[in-house]
């Protein structure tokens, strides 16, 4: 096996070679050679530790063989030399896949089947894996792993199944450095430190992966990731004892494209398009998002309970997957001439405290000391009878829980919803701050806040898109009870009804 040969690296192809913490992420933009890296990677760990199995996966069969595969080998084949075997056609070749190994391949384990497994010449082998059916990948002892496009991954897949396997023990490197290694082969083990890496090599998704942003905080960060990925630099790095990110833009392996490739690319790409398939921004949005206007850095803010203020609430009766009821007040400012709505709260409860009686004891517990003035709107189809129920609806249950708060003027619930593209059309004008409304005889802007606390409606007014008669409601499978229920849409269609009632002098205009 031939030693590693010279190669131009990006900035950030170097940081993710470097890290050495138990998980990195490496996040950038298409055509970012992140599967090449992979290729180094992997090879490096072949070459320096063999006796370590090691796991290539990525999320799809097709995806794996056609392509994740596919790059790895040429990478191989360009870094160390690396080609597959053939009897006749390569006799000196380095590697087998999906077969056994000739007899002159060192091994170090012997297996029934060697399908989804590449033996090397040197004993090394390497499992590789589709995550559709990652639970078939269970029980599998390996010491590092690089996963290709994850972000089309289930979480389950790899917290349930990768990182559970990631405990195969002996791979190291040096605290000096960084080289990799294998315990058998260094004299000092006191100057190495032991070693189980996992690098998530992905491009950003169309929409957004929660748990994915969420497992290396990157929402925390959002405004600081855009900042350096629009700079000159195009690259976003952060290293904690925990883990390395990396976020970059396709510019970093613009050497290795054709002329003129990333300009030709973004001319056809919307500013969020290219934010996402060319910088790596994990929270672009793209042209079919519902709420074109919506803006994190400008509309989510820090807003506080002003506890002289009346507070309006506002119900979505969906109980998958929680039950919804935002909070809101009225902000008046006559220097500035703004009237604010903003929302300061939510409660987004999932069973089994997802029901209306539940939402609202809930809401009381925290605001039953302050005596409130309250306003409620909601869902028209909340005050139909339903099947089973008699006469009783959920809002006579709103009504029965804070009927201490309330009057004749409380109830602003509609006899029937307003379309939807109406009422997305009315919200965007506020968005955009084009909404001018009379207020005490003069001229007020209307400007809408979400307190960041507020998680699951700003993550609905990030990412719900449009569908063709309204918002596209994409349908999810609970994993564990076999429910269906509609992933986004909730929270979002509770502000509505909110701020549609609430301005509903001005609605049709």
């Known amino acids: 096996m031939e030693a590693v040969k010279e190669l131009e690296l990006s900035t950030p ?23 090449f890296l992979i290729g180094f990677k992997s090879g490096r760990y072949i070459s320096n530790a063999p006796k370590i199995a090691g796991m290539i996966a990525a999320n799809t069969e097709k995806q794996l063989t056609q392509t994740t595969i596919r790059e790895v080998k040429k990478a191989w084949k360009k870094i160390y030399g690396f ?10 070749g380095d590697y087998v896949v999906n077969i056994k190994p000739p007899e002159h391949f060192t091994k170090f384990e012997k ?3 060697y399908y989804g497994i590449i033996s090397f010449i040197n004993g090394g082998i390497i499992f590789v894996a589709s995550l559709e059916n990652y639970i078939a990948h269970d029980g599998k002892d390996i010491g590092w792993a690089e996963l290709d496009e994850t972000k089309d991954t289930r979480e389950e897949a790899l917290k349930a199944v990768i990182f559970a396997r990631l405990s195969q023990p002996g791979l190291l490197y040096h ?32 929409g957004v992966v929660k748990w994915l942003t969420d497992m290396f905080d990157l929402e925390e960060v959002a405004e600081d990731i855009l900042k350096a990925l ?23 392996n613009a050497h290795n494209l054709s002329p003129g490739y990333i300009q030709n690319r973004t001319a056809k790409l919307s500013e969020g398009e290219a934010l996402k398939f060319i910088y790596g921004y994990p929270f672009a949005r793209t042209g079919d998002s519902f709420y074109m206007h ?14 002289d203020l009346a507070i309006h609430i506002t119900f979505d009766f969906n109980v998958k997957p929680y039950m919804t ?39 009381l517990d925290d605001f039953i000391l302050f005596n409130p003035m309250i306003f409620f709107y909601g869902d028209a189809s909340g005050d139909y009878r339903q099947a089973g129920s008699g006469d009783y609806t959920q809002f006579d249950t709103v009504r029965d829980e804070l009927r201490m708060f309330i009057n004749r003027s409380s109830d602003r619930v509609p006899k029937k919803n307003k379309n939807v593209l109406n009422r997305r059309d009315f919200i965007s004008r506020i968005l955009e701050e084009k909404m001018i409304i009379d207020y005490m005889g003069q001229e007020y802007k209307v400007i809408l806040v979400i307190d960041p ?39 979002s269609d509770a502000l509505e009804y909110l701020v549609c009632e609430l301005l509903e002098d001005y609605y049709d205009k």
């Not at 192809?13 to 599967?35: D, E, Y």
């Not at 960084?178 to 491009?203: G, H, R």
């Not at 709260?345 to 405290?353: A, D, G």
């Open 230 to 252: 629009t700079s000159n630099a195009h690259l976003y790095y952060d290293q904690s004892e925990e883990h390395t990110i990396v976020i970059s833009s396709t510019h970093h």
């Open 325 to 363: 009821l935002e909070c809101a007040q009225v902000v008046i400012d006559d220097r500035a001439k703004t009237f604010t709505i903003q929302f300061f709260k939510e409660y987004c409860p999932s069973s089994p405290n997802n029901s209306t009686g539940a939402v609202c004891k809930m809401f």
């Open 111 to 113: 297996f029934d089947n």
């Open 13 to 35: 192809q170097v940081r993710v070679i470097n890290s050495r913490n138990p998980l990195t992420l490496f996040m950038a933009g298409q055509r970012s050679g992140k599967t």
């Open 175 to 206: 605290k000096e450095t960084l080289e990799i290694a294998y315990v058998e082969d260094v004299e000092d083990p006191d100057e190495y430190v032991n070693y189980n890496p996992c690098c998530i090599n992905t491009s950003p998704a169309i």
């Open 83 to 92: 080609t597959e075997y053939d009897p006749k056609a390569n006799p000196h």
């Open 453 to 491: 606390s507020c998680e699951e409606l700003i993550h609905d007014m990030t990412w719900l898109k449009e569908g063709i008669d309204g918002k596209l409601k994409k349908k999810v499978k609970d994993p564990e009870t076999g429910v269906i229920y509609e992933e986004l849409g909730h929270t």
């Open 294 to 307: 919506f803006s994190k850095f400008k509309h989510v803010k820090p807003v506080f309970f002003e506890k």
